[in-house]
Every structure is written in structure tokens, then in C-alpha cells.
T-cell receptor, first 109, second 115 residues
Framework: KNEVEQSPQNLTAQEGEFITINCSYSVGISALHWLQQHPGGGIVSLFMLSSGKKKHGRLIATINIQEKHSSLHITASHPRDSAVYICAVKETSGSRLTFGEGTQLTVNP | DAGITQSPRHKVTETGTPVTLRCHQTENHRYMYWYRQDPGHGLRLIHYSYGVKDTDKGEVSDGYSVSRSKTEDFLLTLESATSSQTSVYFC??????????????FGQGTRLTVV
């Protein structure tokens, strides 16, 4: 069992829909990252958080430390949001990031 | 965009040959990482560096070596490439070890095929 589990693995939405991607982890963490990987392969960091909620434009990330769970929300989705979204955790006791397998999001016009 | 460049972007090589991938940064970040990305797995750490000539193994380091002779360059070498090393390789950099306030910057990736 992976230490970081993402759901769903694949998600197809219509433009304008509200989207939620989930990340659950089984270890104690000091930080959680959400990343976006575009079809061309490049990876960019979206959020880093260890508590509460963060918002950038139409993207919102939340984390519940007690439940070991984080969500990434996209409001008013757009075809340009189509990408793989990756969750990664920094373990409290370790020195590396552990990555989920990613969620493939496709937003149709 | 962070100044991080991987070369080559694509490479096809034969089993048993040595291969070196290069990661170059212009951000003067202390930490540099090499990851591989494969279907069914998240990104997995191969090796990382926390300074010039300071490197350490990641979770999938067998068959790989690294070198960092300058702050800006981190080289990944496959001494004798095998088909299991066919993958997409990503370099990443960060100012410090990953915390809530440490952003990671990734290169564009190198697609390596070992035939």
C-alpha cells in the first residue's frame, strides 16, 4: 500500500464544474505539496501547506492533519486546467518527499 | 520560471552503455534532486545533493551514481544502462529541505529509453 493515495485516478469534467481531488496519507507529516504536471511533462508547484487552507485564484487546497487528508479544489474549471495533479508529503521523521501517483484531470469544453 | 534546465530532453541508448543526464540551475539553490517517474508509481527519489560534493541516496539509487562539482550542475549517471531504467527523469531544486515554506522547482524532464 502506498503511503500516499490519491483519488480519483482519472477525472473528466465539463467546463465550469467544481472539481475535487483527494489525497490521503498514512504517515506523520510536516508539510504537504500539491503539484501540477502539464501534458508537455513540466511540473510546477501549486501549494505547500501544513494546516488549514490556501487559495490561489480558482484553486483551493485544504488539509486536515488529524484525518491525514488533503483536498485540492478547482472552481469554474477550464480546459486549460487539464493536467495531472500530484500530491506529495514531507514525512515528519524523514528527509524526502513521498509522492502520490497523480490524478489525471480532463476538462472538456 | 525557475532557471532549471535538463539535458538531453530525449535519449535512446542501448543496454550496457553508460548514460549521463545533466541538470543545470541558475537559482543558486543548495538542494538538487533526481527523480524518476514511471506508470503506476509516484515520483521516486534516486539521489539528492545538499551541497557541492555532498550527495546522498534516495529510495531507488541502485544502478545510478551522481556528482556535483559545482553548485549549478548535478549529473546523474547510469554506468551500464538496463531496460528497467527506461523512464522519465526529473531534476528538482530547492533552497532548503522540503517544509511548508520550501517550494520545489522541477525541470522539464528527460525521457530515456534503453533498448
Amino acid at each position: 500500500k502506498n503511503e500516499v493515495e490519491q483519488s480519483p485516478q482519472n477525472l473528466t469534467a465539463q467546463e465550469g464544474e467544481f472539481i475535487t481531488i483527494n489525497c490521503s496519507y498514512s504517515v506523520g507529516i510536516s508539510a504537504l505539496h500539491w503539484l501540477q504536471q502539464h501534458p508537455g511533462g513540466g511540473i510546477v508547484s501549486l501549494f505547500m501547506l501544513s494546516s488549514g487552507k490556501k487559495k490561489h485564484g480558482r484553486l483551493i487546497a485544504t488539509i486536515n492533519i488529524q484525518e491525514k487528508h488533503s483536498s485540492l479544489h478547482i472552481t469554474a474549471s477550464h480546459p486549460r486546467d487539464s493536467a495531472v495533479y500530484i500530491c506529495a508529503v514531507k514525512e515528519t521523521s524523514g528527509s524526502r518527499l513521498t509522492f502520490g501517483e497523480g490524478t489525471q484531470l480532463t476538462v472538456n469544453p | 520560471d525557475a532557471g532549471i534546465t535538463q539535458s538531453p530532453r530525449h535519449k535512446v541508448t542501448e543496454t550496457g552503455t553508460p548514460v549521463t543526464l545533466r541538470c543545470h540551475q541558475t537559482e543558486n539553490h543548495r538542494y538538487m534532486y533526481w527523480y524518476r517517474q514511471d506508470p503506476g508509481h509516484g515520483l521516486r527519489l534516486i539521489h539528492y545533493s545538499y551541497g557541492v560534493k555532498d550527495t546522498d541516496k534516495g529510495e531507488v539509487s541502485d544502478g545510478y551514481s551522481v556528482s556535483r562539482s559545482k553548485t549549478e550542475d548535478f549529473l546523474l549517471t547510469l554506468e551500464s544502462a538496463t531496460s528497467s531504467q527506461t523512464s522519465v527523469y526529473f531534476c528538482a531544486i530547492s533552497e532548503s529541505f522540503f517544509t511548508e515554506n520550501t517550494e520545489a522547482f522541477f525541470g522539464q524532464g528527460t525521457r530515456l529509453t534503453v533498448v
